[in-house]
């Protein structure tokens, strides 16, 4: 699966599966533009990867139009076009809906899914140039909801209504649209929920029995199911949504 000379956009991009999306499109030959919060992160990773592939770092948050205009613009101005944009940002903001405050459902909302309207906004006019490709990351919480997590639940099947009715929209532009749902991931943001319960030891035990495959996912995995969505072998595929999870979500789990 190659990608060579094709210019990804790729959000939350400073660690975890972002970082990794970004390490393997460079792999496969694409400039990648590292947009992170955290600028100092994506400048780290943009450095890293810049032997496998031109990489450009942009700080910037995600939930504000003009920082995700403006990314677009400085891809094209660096880079000349815009083939593939990856929406991976997102955080978990946990809580029943009576302890959430406005202000936190915002927040949650806010990254992750009205970034992916944003970014999906600015880029179409670049993709449709010459066709693209758009991979919304969501979540198995999309479609097996868990307690204490009513603000990412729906942001994560937000996010595949929006990947569906983007496929629709422009399709005939030679836009394809499509959404991967992890599971556990080994990612900072598992790290830091495992780091708030009584026993992370015990808790990382039920995690595994959770999957068929006997282990969670790496960066990696999410990193190669979006390369393939990226790239020419995922021609005919749009609208779709590939599950990623080491076979829980069939499991009941």
């Known amino acids: 699966m190659r990608i060579d000379?094709?210019?990804?956009?790729?959000?939350?991009?400073?660690?975890?599966?972002?970082?990794?999306?970004?390490?393997?499109?460079?792999?496969?030959?694409?400039?990648?533009?590292?947009?992170?919060?955290?600028?100092e992160g994506a400048r780290a990773v943009?450095?890293?990867i810049c032997t496998a592939g031109k990489a450009l770092a942009i700080e910037g948050d995600v939930a504000v139009e003009e920082h995700a205009r403006d990314a677009?613009?400085?891809?094209?101005?660096?880079?000349g076009r815009l083939d593939i944009l990856v929406n991976n940002a997102g955080i978990d903001v946990p809580g029943t809906l009576p302890d959430y405050t406005s202000q936190q459902w915002d927040t949650q909302l806010g990254v992750n899914l009205k970034s992916a309207f944003l970014f999906a906004k600015y880029a179409i006019p670049e993709l449709r140039k010459r066709g693209g490709a758009i991979i919304n990351i969501a979540s198995v919480h999309a479609f097996a909801s868990y307690p204490g997590n009513a603000g990412y639940d729906a942001s994560k099947a937000g996010m595949l209504?929006?990947?569906?009715?983007?496929?629709?929209?422009?399709?005939?532009?030679?836009?394809?649209?499509?959404?991967?749902?992890p599971g556990y991931v080994d990612t900072p943001m598992t790290q830091e929920w495992l780091a708030t319960v009584p026993d992370p030891e015990a808790t990382m035990r039920e995690v595994l029995s959770f999957h068929p495959l006997g282990r969670i996912g790496i960066p990696r995995d999410i990193a190669s199911a979006a390369l393939f969505l990226a790239s020419d072998e995922a021609s005919f595929i749009s609208g779709a949504t590939l599950v990623v999870d080491g076979a829980m979500t069939v499991a009941g789990r």
């Open 46 to 48: 943009a450095a890293r």
């Open 5 to 39: 000379n094709k210019v990804a956009l790729v959000t939350g991009a400073a660690k975890g599966i972002g970082e990794a999306i970004a390490e393997r499109f460079a792999e496969a030959g694409a400039h990648v533009v590292i947009f992170d919060i955290d600028g």
């Open 72 to 79: 677009v613009l400085r891809t094209v101005e660096q880079f």
């Open 161 to 181: 209504a929006l990947t569906r009715t983007l496929a629709l929209d422009h399709g005939h532009e030679g836009i394809r649209v499509n959404a991967i749902c």
